[in-house]
Each structure stands twice: as structure tokens, then as C-alpha cells.
């Protein structure tokens, strides 16, 4: 069993900054591929972005540019950096495992999840 637990959500003004956060027990962390998504009331679960064992990543187009995933695997942990931060960014920021490496932009693969933790960007 895997926990994960997501920190670092908050208020912010359009084009500031937030660190996301999001800590992983477990001695395996360096295989597993870990994943950002997001959730607005009403809506589908989206994919922000993902990172594979290796350290490839991938973004959804609307974050490219302005959204940096990374992980450290001595510390068990994997970052969203989020730069010039619009209000449609606004939403529960939840982290997910899956533990066969890859950091898919699909939902499916992904074995466990946060709980998540809420971003709000004010225009």
C-alpha cells in the first residue's frame, strides 16, 4: 500500500507562483510513475501532468510553459511547480502512483491517489 499525501496548495493572485508537494511512503518510490491531475465541481478529472521513473515528463497543453513536474527520489517526493498562475487553474490538485513506472496522461494506470489539496487563483 502506497500513501500519498499532496501540501502546498493555497490563495494566489493570478500570475503568482505555488509549489505543490506530494510525499510517498513506501521503499519504491523510484520506480513508480507519478502523476498531477485536477478536478473542478462538475467536471472530469484532468491530467496536468506527468513524470516516468526515468525523470521523462509530460504536460497538458494548457500548462506547458508554466507548470515544471520533478521528483526526488531520496526524499520521496514529487513537486508541481506552478508559475503565472490564471484563475482557470483553480481546483483540487490531486497526486497519483502508478506503480509501473510510466506517468501516463490517462487516469487509468495510475494505482493510488491523494487525497488533494486545493488551489485558488483570484483574478
Known amino acids: 500500500q502506497v500513501q500519498l499525501v499532496e501540501s502546498g496548495g493555497g490563495l494566489v493572485q493570478a500570475g503568482g507562483s505555488l509549489r505543490l508537494s506530494c510525499a510517498a511512503s513506501g521503499r519504491t518510490f523510484s520506480f513508480y510513475g507519478m502523476g498531477w491531475f485536477r478536478q473542478t465541481p462538475g467536471k472530469e478529472r484532468e491530467f496536468v501532468a506527468g513524470?516516468?521513473?526515468?525523470?521523462?515528463?509530460t504536460y497538458t497543453d494548457s500548462v506547458k510553459g508554466r507548470f515544471t513536474i520533478s521528483r526526488d527520489n531520496a526524499k520521496n517526493t514529487v513537486y508541481l511547480q506552478m508559475n503565472s498562475l490564471k484563475p482557470e487553474d483553480t481546483a483540487v490538485y490531486y497526486c497519483?502512483?502508478?506503480?509501473?513506472?510510466?506517468?501516463?496522461?490517462?487516469?487509468?494506470?495510475?494505482?493510488?491517489w491523494g487525497q488533494g489539496t486545493q488551489v485558488t487563483v483570484s483574478s
Open positions: 497519483a502512483a502508478d506503480v509501473r513506472g510510466f506517468g501516463s496522461s490517462s487516469s487509468r494506470p495510475y494505482d493510488y
Open positions: 513524470i516516468s521513473w526515468s525523470g521523462g515528463s
